[in-house]
């Protein structure tokens, strides 16, 4: 798995490329580095990692609340260090979005190419935050697209059996409590 890791100004380009002698392998820029990591206490991960003469211990500092994904909190070698951490699917998810989503209506768009397995919601559905509208088989892998808000469904842009490509738009949903 590829993603890009920003430790303040400067930008990494990761990849995870196998396990060698129980450590897994990672390029980090096209260097190859070992990563022996473990549990610490359930909230807390240590990682060492050895690449010529660079050793460091990295500790996950315990997340705070509304905290943005994939932004971590780390101990390094004692010292604070933020890194946010975002995979391919992040910034195509977010691309596919911009400026399709207000505060009181979103578009939601599909992250990978595929095709449209099932449609769980009809326009006019009372909707949740976080629950399964559609069924998107990408990869031979059945992916569930997620209600992003509460509210009422208003358009239905796909059918069963539908093809659809990354940042096609596949349903909208109206926040409950707003009107157009």
Do not use: Y
């Not at 994904?69 to 890194?83: S, W």
């Not at 578009?107 to 769980?120: D, E, N």
């Amino acid at each position: 798995m590829k993603c890009r890791v920003t430790i303040g100004e400067k930008v990494l380009e990761v990849e995870s490329v196998g396990l060698r002698d129980g450590k897994t392998v990672l390029l980090v820029d096209g260097l190859e580095v070992l990563i022996d990591a473990g549990p610490l206490n359930g909230l807390f991960c240590e990682v060492r990692a050895t690449s010529g003469a660079i050793s460091a211990l990295m500790e996950r500092l315990p997340a705070r609340a509304g905290a943005k994904a994939g932004l971590l909190k780390l101990l390094a070698n004692g010292r604070p260090v933020t890194v946010q951490v975002e995979t391919e699917r992040d910034r195509l998810r977010a691309t596919s979005r911009a400026g399709k989503t207000t505060k009181d209506r979103v578009t939601a768009r599909s992250v990978l190419p595929g095709i449209i397995r099932r449609v769980m919601c009809k326009v006019g559905d009372v909707v949740k935050d976080g629950e399964a509208i559609l069924t998107l088989e990408a990869m031979k892998m059945e992916n569930e697209v997620r209600a992003e808000i509460s509210g009422r469904v208003t358009a239905l842009l796909v059918k069963e059996g539908q093809v659809v490509n990354s940042g096609d738009a596949l349903a909208e949903i109206e926040e409950a409590g707003s009107s157009s």
